[in-house]
């Protein structure tokens, strides 16, 4: 029977590769000379460091221009509140990867109400879709990239 598995996954290079990029473009540009500011990237997460709120808010444009570039979608980002004190500032901006539960009911609910011949379990942080017919398949594929969901989308695994 045909199946497909519904995933979130980020790659961990693009991102490295893209903040790399981001820093490398704070030491090129004036305003940002000699002030300190730098992004730092731990585990999924960009931590900014700028010397004022205003300059956080640069940063945090330069960076989801250079994650777009390198193919990374943006619904993926989750900012967080800057924190700031007398001498600096600070924000958390954590890339979520990998289907929640929440998400993952969603979308088999919503794969249920399409009136498809298709299935959708869920399989820890993935959600595999089976159907008899391949093109009922590739209408679901159609019907989740259409949906509004806070998570980006891939298909793989594509049995037939």
Do not use: W, Y
């Not at 001498?87 to 794969?111: M, P, S, Y």
């Not at 959708?120 to 679901?140: E, H, P, W, Y």
């Amino acid at each position: 029977m045909p199946s497909f598995d519904t995933v979130s996954e980020l790659n961990a290079h693009e991102v490295s590769n893209a903040v790399d990029q981001a820093n490398r473009e704070l030491t090129q540009r004036f305003d940002f000379k000699d002030t300190g500011a730098r992004f730092e990237l731990k585990e999924f997460v960009v931590t900014l460091h700028a010397q004022v709120d205003f300059q956080l808010k640069q940063m945090l444009e330069i960076l989801k221009l250079r994650l777009s570039k390198r193919g990374i979608d943006l619904v993926c980002l989750e900012v967080k509140d800057p924190q700031t004190n007398l001498a600096a500032a600070r924000q958390d901006v954590v890339l979520r990867h990998g289907i929640d539960q929440d998400n993952a009911r969603k979308i088999t609910r919503l794969l249920k109400d399409s009136k498809l011949k298709i299935q959708g379990s869920v399989q820890g942080d993935k959600v595999r879709v089976t159907g008899k017919q391949r093109d009922d398949l590739q209408a679901a594929m159609t019907l989740l990239r259409g949906a509004k969901l806070d998570v980006p989308l891939q298909f793989n695994n594509f049995r037939d």
